[in-house]
């Protein structure tokens, strides 16, 4: 499937669709779960928070969902990819406006949010000859410098809260929130015919 994901890359590293959604809405609902945000990557001290929108059995536990899968697999001897991550949770509503076109072909996806010195550190999401899967950002809040950095090879990106954006994480990148707390939405899709259609269906051509 690698070919396909070519195809999406050819464009850019980084590209908005012509798809939104209302960061101010997302972020009042989002308050009704203020209780249920989990660590990000137990195994690690670093402030930053996940709720599932997807997940393995459709709860909110955030096990393994908000976990790193590969060293949640490597702990558990597992397989798991951001395909199982398949079933809605009830978060689900709050961004189908958004997302609904990959519906059929939505994998591990989530709301993050990062306080002050929460960060992603240099890395890539992929290392395999077969692409699996690509990724989707939502930025909802706090989400540009100087609140936050989001670094594709150097490169500074800044967002349109409420957009939803392809972005290559096969490159090396890092996420860094320095004043505040920064709140985006992350999710990976299934690389396959119908979904690189769908994602160049709805690309934003300016």
Same mark, same amino acid.
């Given at each position: 499937m690698s070919y396909l994901y070519?195809?999406?890359? @050819?464009?850019?590293?980084?590209?908005?669709?012509?798809?939104?959604?209302?960061p101010l809405k997302v972020m009042?609902?989002?308050?009704?779960?203020h209780h249920d945000w989990v660590q990000y990557n137990p195994?690690?001290?670093i402030p930053r928070r996940g709720l599932s929108i997807t997940s393995l059995d459709g709860g909110l536990s955030g096990i393994p969902d908000i976990d790193s899968v590969k060293e949640y697999n490597q702990k558990h001897n597992l397989n798991l990819d951001e395909g199982n991550f398949k079933?809605?949770?009830?978060?689900?509503?709050?961004?189908?406006?958004?997302l609904k076109p990959f519906e059929n072909n939505l994998g591990r996806t989530h709301f993050i949010q990062m306080d002050e010195a929460g960060h992603f550190p240099p890395h890539r999401d992929q290392y395999s000859i077969e692409v699996v899967s690509f990724r989707l950002?939502?930025?909802l809040r706090g989400c540009n410098p100087p609140n936050n950095y989001f670094i594709i090879d150097e490169k500074i990106y800044h967002w349109n809260h409420g957009q939803v954006y392809f972005v290559n994480?096969?490159?090396?990148?890092?996420?860094?929130t320095t004043l505040g707390?920064?709140?985006?939405?992350?999710?990976?899709?299934?690389?396959?015919?119908?979904?690189? @259609?769908?994602?160049?269906?709805?690309m934003l051509v300016s």
């Open positions: 070519d195809c999406l890359t @050819r464009y850019g590293d980084v590209y908005p669709l012509k798809l939104k959604i209302d009042k609902q989002l308050q009704l779960y195994r690690k001290n079933t809605k949770t009830e978060l689900w509503p709050i961004v189908q406006d958004a950002f939502i930025p994480t096969c490159k090396e990148h890092t996420v860094f707390t920064s709140t985006f939405c992350v999710a990976n899709v299934i690389v396959n015919e119908e979904s690189v @259609r769908t994602l160049l269906k709805y």
